[in-house]
């Protein structure tokens, strides 16, 4: 374990090291006292036949930040393949594909809705009661079942006030049912560059003929825009920096830390999720688990944007520190190995301040 504060990784500007600082405080302390659960239970739904890393990778990434526990949904065939990549991870086989093309036909009464409409109430019923957090996304591929699937358990969520990351192809339900996001704050949504140009024109803002004084101004007017125009999810556009925005300015920020410069396939599912551990702690903050002295307590607006810019920053700084090691031959399972690494850099010792208690 580490003793003492890491070294700050470097080029952090000073808005960045001020947004951490806040993000710590969400960061529970470790007494005795806690059991297991306390400290964050989340689920990634995902995991098809051809993707069965992602969920992996967003789980395991979770579990490496410090939440207890960490579930994989996914389908029996992904399952069974998910199982040997770790024990510490508890993997559930309640998705289903869409049967071959070439298979023997459902009956006509029974439809891929009906199918859809089964497995969500199972997964509702069986597993959201036990989560605080849900990450939708991560090797769900487009097939018309787990699309459809998928989209019933966020409005299951949304009823039960869970909240949910929302990353690859589970953005395809964004674009074909963006009023699922009306009424709904705790929704956080990754796109990277390409995704969010799909985002944007799928659900075009009205015009605006206000421009940004740089680049970066354009950027994240383009983020505040969108956001605004999906009833206030926070987005945050992934790339050479992380724009994010729930739409209003002080739900707005830039994550300008610098990242790894290898750009392979599954570094996103870090992302989502360090997001869902720190919501998890967000929601522990929240509830009072532990208590601060003499501070005003964070309001739930600012410890989501907190939760969501102390994600991003991680994940940077996992990409950073395993570039340094990997080069070129970087790989998602890079940044997993160093997620503990970087919440040190950014955050400092395991320990909290004794001041926190």
């Known amino acids: 374990m580490s003793s003492g504060r890491a070294p700050t990784p470097p080029n952090m500007s000073p808005a960045a090291k001020t947004m951490l600082a806040r993000a710590r405080r ?4 470790m007494p005795d006292s806690f059991h297991k659960g306390q400290l964050g239970r989340i689920a990634v739904i995902g995991g098809s036949e051809d993707y069965t890393g992602a969920p992996y990778f967003s789980a395991m990434a979770s579990a490496r930040l410090g939440c207890d526990m960490s579930h994989v949904i996914c389908t029996r065939t992904a399952g069974q393949v998910i199982k040997t990549y770790s024990p510490n991870l508890m993997v559930h086989p309640l998705m289903e594909q869409s049967p071959p093309a070439h298979s023997n036909p459902p009956s006509p009464a029974y439809t891929v809705s009906d199918k859809a409409v089964d ?3 199972r997964i509702a019923t ?13 090797g769900l591929g487009r097939d018309p079942l787990m699309q459809e699937t998928a989209a019933r358990v966020i409005e299951a969520a949304k009823r039960k006030k869970i909240p949910v990351i929302m990353d690859a192809d589970a953005l ?12 709904w704050d705790e929704v956080i949504l990754t796109p990277n560059v390409v995704e969010f140009g ?3 024109d799928s659900n075009p803002p009205p015009e605006d003929n206000h421009t940004g004084s ?7 007017e383009k983020v505040v825009r969108l956001a605004n125009h999906l009833w206030g999810p926070t987005i945050i556009q992934k790339g050479a920096k992380d724009y994010i925005s729930n739409g209003m300015p002080e739900g707005t920020a830039t994550v300008d830390l610098e990242g790894g410069k290898k750009r392979s396939g599954g570094q ?3 992302l989502t999720g360090s997001i869902a551990t720190f919501l998890c702690w967000r929601r522990a903050y929240l509830d009072g688990l532990w208590e601060e002295t003499e501070r005003e307590k964070l309001s739930e607006a600012e410890t989501l944007l907190l939760a969501a810019f102390a994600g991003a920053a991680v994940t940077r700084e996992c990409s950073r520190l395993a570039f340094l090691k990997k080069g070129r031959s970087l790989q998602a399972s890079d940044l997993t190995d160093e997620v503990h690494n970087a919440f040190l850099n950014l955050f400092g010792d395991d320990e909290p301040d004794s001041a926190r208690l």
């Open 26 to 29: 969400i960061i529970p302390p």
């Open 119 to 121: 497995l969500a109430d």
């Open 126 to 138: 069986t597993m959201l009661p036990r989560l605080h957090v849900l990450v939708i996304g991560p």
């Open 172 to 183: 395809q339900i964004i674009m074909k049912e963006p009023k699922i996001l009306k009424g």
């Open 198 to 200: 799909r985002l944007w």
């Open 214 to 220: 740089s680049q970066v101004d354009r950027e994240t």
């Open 268 to 270: 996103g599912d870090t």
